[in-house]
Antibody
Framework: EVQLLQSGGGVIQPGGSLRLSCEAFGFRFRDYAMSWVRQAPGRGLEWVAALRATGDLAYYADSVKGRFTISRDNFRNTLDLEMTGLRVDDTAVYYC?????????????????WGQGTLVSVSS | QSGLTQPASVSGSPGQPITVSCNGTSTDVGGYNVVSWYQQHSGKAPKLLIYEVTKRPSGISDRFSGSKSGSTASLIISGLQAEDEADYYCCSYAGGSLYLFGSGTKVTVL
């Protein structure tokens, strides 16, 4: 059974840094690109970042570019999101999501597997 | 990177069909057959309902179907049921390994 178990998150002051992690179970992690999607309280979903299966190419939404870094460890089956320069509008539940291809440039499938979500609250 | 536009809310009576629209542009919905739809109940992670415009993952009811015309995608729920009351989001590939989500639609069963 595919599972994505997330950890990290919490309350942080504006300008601070935080690291989210996602551990994958039940599939060959190194065969899939991975992504982060977030949802601000009471708002819609927003795609944040994606990383190729090999971990050598990353893509970011304009809203987080230069502040967030997505990375992975294909030996430990983990995906991370390092968030720096956090702003109040980064407050959201962050979801780890499996992309159905080795590359985020994926013309098949959809986001079929999601983590349980973890809340990041940026507040002074 | 503007999001895709969905109606804020759609409602219907049990057994009736409803349609949720998703308006994009030629650089996202209109440019790729990579549109997916997600159902999200309160406090839960989104669930994939439709992918590649019209395809259903195994286990998803055939009451859910998808279509696309130009830069507008649609989710059709036939035979609305009480458990269909949830938020629904479309998503489209937008080129350059980027994705856009819709603004979300709250479906209410009257």
């Amino acid at each position: 059974e595919v599972q994505l178990l997330q950890s990290g998150g919490g309350v942080i002051q504006p300008g601070g840094s935080l690291r989210l992690s996602c551990e994958a179970f039940g599939f060959r992690f190194r065969d899939y690109a991975m992504s982060w999607v977030r949802q601000a309280p009471g708002r819609g979903l927003e795609w944040v970042a994606a990383l190729r299966a090999t971990g050598d190419l990353a893509y970011y939404a304009d809203s987080v570019k230069g502040r967030f870094t997505i990375s992975r460890d294909n030996f430990r089956n983990t995906l991370d999101l390092e968030m720096t320069g956090l702003r109040v509008d980064d407050t959201a539940v962050y979801y780890c999501v499996r992309v159905p291809c080795t590359s985020p440039s994926c013309y098949t499938g959809g986001f079929g597997f999601w983590g349980q979500g973890t809340l990041v609250s940026v507040s002074s | 990177q503007s999001g895709l536009t969905q109606p804020a809310s759609v409602s219907g009576s049990p057994g009736q069909p409803i349609t949720v629209s998703c308006n994009g542009t030629s650089t996202d919905v209109g440019g790729y057959n990579v549109v997916s739809w997600y159902q999200q109940h309160s406090g839960k992670a989104p669930k994939l309902l439709i992918y590649e415009v019209t395809k259903r993952p195994s286990g998803i009811s055939d009451r859910f179907s998808g279509s696309k015309s130009g830069s507008t995608a649609s989710l059709i729920i036939s035979g609305l049921q009480a458990e269909d009351e949830a938020d629904y989001y479309c998503c489209s590939y937008a080129g350059g390994s980027l994705y856009l989500f819709g603004s979300g639609t709250k479906v209410t069963v009257l």
